[in-house]
């Protein structure tokens, strides 16, 4: 009961805030309130609808998911852009264009100032009296770790070899990368690489794929480049001509500055106020402008494809395109060092570009590989690494991956509301999808699922709303258990039971937080 009287409470709150919002908006016109009322009031009560449905399933309304300044800024902010959104689109749609654009904006402009004011007292009214019972344990349990924290976690920031024996180290090597990149980074390298530093290894510093063409074709067992990816010069061509120049099951060693790292040197280089409004810029100019197609000339032209931006995910993506399996990750002072082996050719793009809409693989009826649209929120270069993501990780609660990094900040708000999902209707209207269904799998999870659900599976249309929703399983084999009594459900009444998941899926999400993560 306290759950459900804490969400009225705040339903009729947000009513009660939409409304005078309304009435401040109004009153700014000519006509004033009673004016617009009357011609008005249709637009109040679909905002209105919009916008509690939208709080409620980005959870503004829950108890216990605005817990600090974060969490209100992010989900009143996301909330209401969402609801503006859907009703300008909506507005558009129909061709309608009556109402005031002051009246439209205004309110929900209004409205998010007045719940930003209300909730920042909340919050620090909360802070003050139950910060202090909340134990180390949960704060740890529920925070986004921390890029060390992740890569301490895969290889305890090296090989795990302990004392490497110095004397079996090639001399000449050490002093090349002393010389070079300081002993900081020569103590880093030799924990990861140990005694493979040897006569075959070659140590280069170079963002040119000239000096790497150079080299003898597998004289090398072990390459290592003490410049930073972020500086080379067609980055991809460069580690293809490093795969060319390895033998099978040869060493690459890279380092990259990573988009976490960078914004971090660049917060504590200049002072405060000024960093945020210097990293605003830098995050246009570097992260922007090389993802839209009109800009990407006005990028190069202004960087010369140096100093560039890469995720962790990016890095060890671009490896893995490349031939390159992930044998250890450790940073090294401002660096992140990984040290890679050939397995392979590399792969060839093919065309493939990194806009905001990916077509993603996935199987469809009768096995067929179909194109399952979605808004991008992982990282570029994320689907190379997802063997690697995988070993390291393995499966969370609800079949996603632990500690998921190719995940993008605001992709994980859009994958929380949603947004995510909407270019799915595209299949939809293709007929390839249909609306309640098993969730369509890539191959290489297909492939973990038990043969016979493998088989059963592919004999129906997967669907954009997924029996886990209504079922909520904890694990693959209770995902698989999910899937089974579905299908078993669906071949004695298929309307029927679409019907009954499509709306026990719609109150798991809108009010158990059903989510996908």
């Known amino acids: 009961m306290r759950v459900m009287k804490f969400r009225l409470i705040t339903l009729i709150g947000d009513i009660v805030i939409l409304a005078i919002s309304f009435l401040i908006a109004t009153s700014f016109k000519p006509s004033g309130v009673k004016g617009y009322l009357p011609t008005h009031y249709i637009f109040f009560a679909g905002l209105s609808l919009i916008w509690i449905i939208v709080s409620l399933m980005n959870g503004k309304m829950h108890r216990g998911r605005i817990v600090n300044y974060t969490t209100l800024f992010t989900r009143v902010l996301t909330s209401n852009i969402v609801a503006l959104a859907i009703i300008a689109l909506f507005m558009y749609s129909i061709r309608e264009y009556s109402y005031s654009r002051t009246v439209v904006l205004g309110t929900s402009v209004i409205a998010t100032l ?164 210097y990293y605003v810029f830098d995050f246009i ?124 900040s605001w992709g994980s708000v859009c994958r929380k509301i949603w947004l995510d999902e909407l270019p799915m209707l595209i299949n939809l209207l293709k007929g390839n999808m249909k609306l309640v269904g098993v969730r369509p799998l890539s191959r290489q999870y297909f492939e973990l699922y038990d043969p016979d659900l493998q088989e059963r599976r592919i004999k129906y249309k997967p669907g954009l709303i997924p029996p886990f929703y209504a079922d909520l399983p904890s694990d693959l084999v209770e995902i698989q258990e999910s899937e089974k009594r579905y299908l078993d459900a669906f071949d004695r009444n298929s309307f029927l039971t679409d019907f009954r998941y499509f709306w026990k899926s719609v109150w798991n999400i809108m009010f158990r937080n059903a989510r996908s993560r």
């Open 114 to 277: 007045l719940e930003l004011m209300f909730g920042i007292p909340y919050i620090a009214y909360k802070k003050a009296t139950i910060q202090e019972y909340q134990n180390y344990a949960e704060y740890t349990a529920t925070r986004k770790k921390s890029e060390k924290e992740l890569v301490d976690k895969i290889n305890g920031n090296g090989n795990g070899n302990g004392h490497v024996i110095e004397e079996e180290i090639n001399p000449r090597v050490i002093k090349a990368i002393e010389g070079e990149a300081g002993s900081e980074m020569a103590h880093a390298i030799m924990q990861i690489a140990g005694t493979r530093l040897n006569k075959k290894t070659a140590v280069v510093s170079t963002t040119t794929i000239f000096n790497i063409t150079n080299l003898p074709e597998e004289k090398y067992d072990y390459i290592i480049n003490l410049h930073r990816f972020n500086d080379i010069i067609k980055l991809n061509y460069f580690l293809d001509e490093v795969n060319f120049k390895l033998p099978y099951k040869g060493y690459f060693l890279g380092c990259v500055e990573t988009k976490d790292q960078r914004k971090r040197r660049l917060l504590k280089k200049y002072p405060p106020v000024l960093n945020y409004v």
């Open 285 to 408: 100019i570097k992260r922007v402008l090389p993802k839209i197609k009109f800009t990407k000339k006005l990028y190069y032209l202004l960087t010369h494809d140096s100093n560039k931006v890469l995720s962790r995910a990016e890095a060890l993506g671009r490896l893995a395109r490349a031939g390159f399996m992930i044998s250890q990750e450790s940073f090294a002072g401002n660096y992140l060092c990984i040290e890679a082996i050939k397995s392979g050719d590399p792969i060839q793009m093919n065309g493939i570009n990194y806009g905001p809409i990916i077509a993603l693989p996935r199987v469809g009826k009768h096995g067929e590989m179909i194109k399952v649209y979605k808004l991008r929120t992982m990282h570029p270069y994320s689907e190379y690494i997802q063997d690697y993501i995988y070993n390291q990780y393995d499966l969370q609660d609800g079949g996603k991956f632990n500690d998921d990094f190719r995940i993008t």
